[in-house]
């Protein structure tokens, strides 16, 4: 049972693959050794990228793909959204819901 068997009469949308390989995350929590960033410098970055109007799971996106922070949890301590919450800049409407309500609306159209 588990993962195998949920997958079992679904394959992939886009291919006929029914694989259950998935990516993990490293087992070691400790940020990497070539991270040169303070926990300071990346919840500014989180701040910073949030009043430019950035969703946590964007913000995630741009600090991994320009920062080469992979896990914030693991330099900061706490999440994106637990941060921004922190400093007073967390959304409005959980971020899954907005997207869901986007979506309906685009439906409707």
Same mark, same amino acid.
């Given at each position: 049972?588990?993962?195998?068997?949920?997958?079992?009469?679904?394959?992939?949308?886009?291919?006929?693959?029914?694989?259950?390989?998935?990516?993990a995350l490293?087992?070691? !929590?400790?940020?990497?050794?070539?991270?040169?960033?303070?926990?300071?410098? %990346? %919840?500014?970055?989180?701040?910073?990228?949030? &009043?430019?109007?950035?969703?946590?799971?964007?913000?995630?996106c741009v600090?991994?793909?320009?920062?080469?922070?992979?896990? %914030?949890?693991?330099?900061?301590?706490?999440?994106?959204?637990?941060?921004?919450?922190?400093?007073?800049?967390?959304?409005?409407?959980?971020?899954?819901?907005?997207?869901?309500? &986007? &979506?309906? %609306?685009?439906? !409707? &159209?």
């Open positions: 049972h588990g993962i195998a068997q949920d997958q079992s009469n679904m394959g992939r949308m886009h291919t006929p693959g029914k694989g259950i390989s998935r990516s490293p087992f070691r !929590r400790s940020p990497p050794s070539w991270m040169k960033f303070t926990p300071e410098e %990346v %919840v500014d970055m989180i701040c910073r990228n949030a &009043k430019k109007g950035l969703t946590p799971s964007q913000i995630g600090l991994r793909d320009s920062h080469g922070i992979a896990q %914030v949890h693991s330099v900061t301590g706490s999440k994106v959204l637990r941060i921004l919450k922190a400093n007073g800049l967390s959304p409005s409407l959980p971020e899954d819901l907005y997207q869901l309500i &986007k &979506k309906a %609306v685009n439906v !409707r &159209k």
